[in-house]
Structures are given as C-alpha cells and as structure tokens.
C-alpha cells in the first residue's frame, strides 16, 4: 500500500465556486454602477465586463476603470466617472462577505484533519488574493501554513510542473507520496500527474465541468466526500 504524505488542494472551483461568486459580485458591481450614473442597461453592463475580464484576465485591478472607459459616451452629465467605478469596487467588494466553501469542502477538510496527514494548497494568483479567500471561507485552519503555496508568491504557476515539484520539496514528501485535487483538467491535473504526484479531479460544476477531461486522473469525483473511502482503500488513511 503506497504511503501519502501530503494532501494539496486547489482554492477556486475546487473548494468554493469561484464561477458563482464572480458572476453574482459583477452583476453587483455593475447594478450599481447604473445607480451611480452609467446610462445603460445592467444586461449590457455585465456583458462588457466580461470582454474587459476576457481581455485583461481576472486578477487584473482595473476591470471597472476599463468598463467606464469603453462606454464614456454612457455617462450620465455630471456624474465624475470615479464615482462610478468607486460604486463597483464597492459593490463587489461587499459581495464578498457571502462567500461560503462548499459543503462537501468543509466536511472533507474536516474529515482528513484527523488523519494526521499534512494539508496544504497549491494554487495561481495574486497572493493576499488566495489568501483572503482562504480566510473568508474560514478554511485556512485546516492548512499547514508552511505548505499554502500560491504562484504569485513563489514565481512558478500552474501548469508548470515545477510548483508541485517546489512544493513537495518545500514540505518534505516525495512527489510520488503527494495528492493533488483540482478542477481544472489540464493546469490542475494533468500538471500534477506530470510532477509524479497522484491527482484527484473534483469535476462538478465549475467553468471545467464540461469539455476536456484530464488524461491523467486517479480518480474523478463530482462530490469531495467521495474521495474518502478512496483515500482509505488506496493509502489506507484513516479519518477516525
């Protein structure tokens, strides 16, 4: 039976649906740009956003400036157009409190914290970003603070194989006594299997769900309570 000794989870679509979160916190921020003086409608809003997302990806800071930009000629007469993108940085940011993990993540969280084995994340973006994620799911307690690895901070972003690699490294197991789970096929799984580490896709009903599949998964789950019995059979862990 092989020996596991760390267990790393992606954050977005993996342990809250990021998909949801952003969409609603867009239509938010948009809603009440109108309010604030943007002359269109919030259908039209939110679709112009999600070019501007497209275009200058998600961790870009500027999404609202760029919205106001692109439709100036929408300005209500008098209205500062700062005002306007304050109104939508204030919007999504409020939304933010409704963040929630899924349920199958905290109780999976929960379950293999009993089991001794070392918990960790390992995932791309800006790094107070992840990590204010982390804290507003209120799930960072279930991590090992040495083994959140995030790509920002350390200079390696999936798919690279090296970030797995540098963080089994970093915490001291083998690749090849590591698990990754992950929804995304590709930068999540198939990197993952690459570094030698063995992959658990969570494929739900993320951005990832549909279309391609991983080549490399040991095991596909819709559910992450699923992965339990597995873990158990498999690596004999036990979860008390």
């Known amino acids: 039976m092989p020996e596991l000794g760390a267990i790393f989870f992606d954050v977005d679509d993996t342990l809250y649906s990021t998909s949801t979160f952003a969409a609603r916190a867009r239509r938010n921020a948009v809603e009440a740009m109108v309010a604030a003086g943007l002359d269109v409608s919030v259908d039209a809003g939110v679709a112009e956003l999600a070019d501007v997302v497209r275009e200058f990806s998600s961790n870009y800071g500027h999404h609202y400036d760029k919205l106001v930009l692109r439709l100036s000629r929408s300005l209500r007469p008098g209205v500062h157009p700062a005002l ?57 307690k279930y991590f090992e603070s040495s083994a959140i690895f995030i790509s920002e901070e350390i200079g390696v972003a999936k798919p690279h194989p090296k970030i797995f690699l540098l963080a089994c490294e970093s915490v001291g197991v083998d690749p090849k006594n590591a698990l990754y789970i992950g929804d995304n096929p590709k930068k999540d799984i198939d990197s993952a299997h690459d570094a030698g580490l063995h992959t658990c896709w969570r494929k739900g009903s993320g951005k990832h769900a549909l279309g391609l599949e991983p080549e490399h998964a040991d095991l596909v789950v819709d559910d992450l309570r699923e992965m339990i019995p597995w873990l158990e059979e498999v690596f004999g862990v036990d979860c008390g």
């Open 84 to 140: 306007i993108v304050a109104a939508g940085v204030i919007a999504y940011h409020r939304t933010k409190d409704e963040m929630a993990p899924f349920d199958d993540a905290e109780a999976t969280l929960k379950a293999l914290s009993k089991s001794g084995i070392l918990l960790g994340v390992i995932s791309n973006g800006l790094t107070v970003k992840q990590a204010e994620k982390l804290l507003r799911l209120h799930l960072e």
